[in-house]
């Protein structure tokens, strides 16, 4: 949540995003599929292929009724890096080429996948 944020907006405060490994072996696919099985547990990859697993929880410390960081000089240094030039807010939330918010999901692009490689 930078200085220049847009009004009231919140919206990176509202989730935890976690690296992991690509859907490339049995075991991360299966891992992912796992993952993304759970309430409000997405999967999605970055414009450079990184994969991340994000959970969708808000941060204790943001003022839901203002939706304002509580401990704003305090705050962590991955709330100072993340810049609004490439934020969600800017870049509209979840328009990343790959974003899945369920197995049925996740399972399509599997298998477009595996199609694509077969043809
Ligand atoms: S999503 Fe962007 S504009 Fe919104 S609080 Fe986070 S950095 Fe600021
Ligand atoms: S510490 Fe503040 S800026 Fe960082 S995620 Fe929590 S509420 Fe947002």
């Known amino acids: 949540m930078p200085s220049e944020c847009l009004p009231a907006c919140s919206l990176c405060c509202r989730y935890v995003a976690i690296p992991i490994d690509p859907p490339t072996t049995r075991s991360s696919i299966e891992q992912m599929r796992w993952m993304v099985s759970h309430k409000d547990v997405w999967l999605y990859a970055d414009d450079e292929g990184e994969w991340f697993v994000q959970f969708i929880t808000p941060c204790e410390e943001l003022d839901l009724v203002r939706n304002r960081c509580g401990i704003y000089e305090d705050r962590f240094s ?33 298998e477009s996948r595996r199609a694509r490689r077969a043809g």
């Open 78 to 110: 991955v709330c100072r890096l993340h810049g609004v030039a490439s934020c969600e807010a800017t870049l509209g939330e979840g328009t990343e080429a790959r974003f899945f918010r369920s197995l049925r999901e996740f399972d399509a692009y599997l």
